[in-house]
C-alpha cells in the first residue's frame, strides 16, 4: 500500500454505492477526496457521514453532472483553481436508463454519464494529472460490456435503443477507452486501468425510469456482494504499490482480467478515439 496521506482524489458519483464506498476508504487512508457528484444535498450528506466516520476533515464536494459537458468544464476550472495537484481520479459514476433520453448537449444520457462525461472530465484534467505525476487514472466499467458493440453509425442510439444494451455499449466504450488513453501516455507516469466491480448491491437502475429494472435489482439483492466489497478494486489500484506501473488492464477482484476480445483491437480503440474527440468538439 502507497502512502496516501496528502494525496488528492477525485471520485464522481461519490454520493452513493461503489463510488461512496471508494471515497470512505480513501479518506481513510488520509487522502484528500474530493466527491464530485451532481446533487449538493446528496453529496452534502455523504460528506459529513465520512468526515463523521474518518475523522478526514479534508473530505471536499465539488458539483460535477456528466450529463452536462459545461458542468464537466466547470467543475475542472474550479478544481484546478483550488488545488494545485492531482493523484488519483476515478471514474466512476453510471446510470442506466430505461427509455431514450437527449442531454442539453443533444447527446443520448447513459453514453453522455457512463462514457463522453469521463472523457471530457479526464481530458480537461490531463495537464494536472501530468504535472502531478506519478498519477493514476481508474475507469469503473462493467462485465456487461461483453454484451456491448460499437456502431459507428450510430453512436446515440437514434435507430434503435434498449436501455441494458446502451448502457453495455458505454461500458465497452470507456474499457476500449481506456486502453487507448494508457497508450497515449505511455512514458507520462500516468496509470489507466479499468474495474470490473462485479455484481453489487447499490442504487443503479434506481433512476432508470422503469419499474422492471428497480424491481429486478431489488430481487437480486441477496447475490450482490456489499458495496464496500464493491469498491475494494478501485480502492486497490487507487493505492497499492502493486500496480504503481501497471497500465492498461482490467481488474477485478484486484487481479488482472481479460475484456472482450473486441476490446483490444486498435484500429476501433483508435477510431473511437477520434468519433469522441469529434463529437465532444476536442481538438486532437
Ligand atoms: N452495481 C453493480 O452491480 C455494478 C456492476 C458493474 C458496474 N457498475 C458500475 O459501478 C459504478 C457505480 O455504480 P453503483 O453500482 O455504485 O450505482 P449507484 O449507487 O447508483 O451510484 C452511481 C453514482 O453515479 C452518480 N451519477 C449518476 N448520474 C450522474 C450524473 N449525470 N452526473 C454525476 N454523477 C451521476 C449517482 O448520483 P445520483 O445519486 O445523484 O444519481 C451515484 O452517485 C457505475 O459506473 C456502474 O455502472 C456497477
Known sequence: MSDMKGKICIVTGSNSGIGKETALALANMGTTVVLAVR???RGEKVRVEIINETGNHATDLMICDLSSMDSVRQFTKEFMGKYDKLDVLINNAGAIFNKRQV?????????AVNYLGHFLLTHELLT???SSA?????NVSSGMHKTGNIDFDDLQSERSYRGMKVYAN???MITMYTYELARRLEGTEIT???VEPGFVATNLGRNSGSRLYSLMYRLMRPIQMKAKKGAETSVY???SDEVKSVTGKCFSK???????QITYNQEIQNRLWYATMELLGLNS
Open 128 to 130: 494536472i494529472l501530468k
Open 192 to 194: 489507466v486501468n479499468v
Open 170 to 172: 458505454s461500458k465497452l
Open 39 to 41: 446533487n449538493r444535498e
Open 254 to 260: 484486484q487481479q488482472q482480467t481479460k475484456t472482450a
Open 237 to 239: 489500484l487507487a493505492s
Open 103 to 111: 442531454t442539453t448537449d443533444g447527446f443520448e444520457r447513459t453514453i
Open 134 to 138: 506519478p498519477s493514476r487514472v481508474i
